[in-house]
């Protein structure tokens, strides 16, 4: 790679960064090339909004087929069925700001609903997921009063 190519490069990566808050425009990059996409993706998953996602299946299905294989194994063992899924081009989580544990609950909650038994095995123990969840999010809303 030139000089010039790599001020280019940096040229379109500052300019593409101005569009973080406009997904649309930001998700017409990915089609444009390879260097643009490279470029969108991270700031796409970045600055994910894991609350007002209009399809979260495919959210999830893009995160899971990132775990590595000892995890979905781990999974697999307590019967929880990941969606078959190609090796990702990216390792997508890795740009992501992790969401707080009640977000990762309602992933969850997503996650089990209606494929699975309420009661789930955890460490030889039976749990109900869904009654942990809640007490998880009276939790959340305690810290969230106890910081402000």
């Not at 095995?121 to 809640?134: F, I, Q, R, W």
Request: charged content about 30%.
């Amino acid at each position: 790679m030139t000089k010039f190519n790599k001020i280019n490069i940096d040229c379109f990566n500052l300019i593409i960064n101005e569009l973080r808050m406009d997904k649309r425009s930001l998700r017409s990059c990915l089609l444009v090339n390879k260097e643009w996409c490279n470029i969108a993706v991270p700031i796409l998953w970045k600055n994910h909004s894991w609350c007002n996602e209009d399809k979260p299946e495919k959210l999830f299905t893009a995160i899971f087929s990132c775990l590595p294989s000892s995890s979905k194994q781990i999974l697999s063992d307590y019967n929880i069925k990941l969606p078959s899924t190609k090796s990702p081009l990216f390792n997508y989580v890795s740009f992501c700001e992790f969401p707080k544990p009640k977000i990762i609950n309602k992933i969850i909650g997503i996650v089990l609903k209606g494929r699975y038994n309420r009661e789930i095995l955890y460490d030889g123990e039976t749990l109900d997921y869904g009654k942990t969840l809640y007490d998880n999010e009276k939790l959340d809303d305690r810290e969230e009063l106890d910081d402000k």
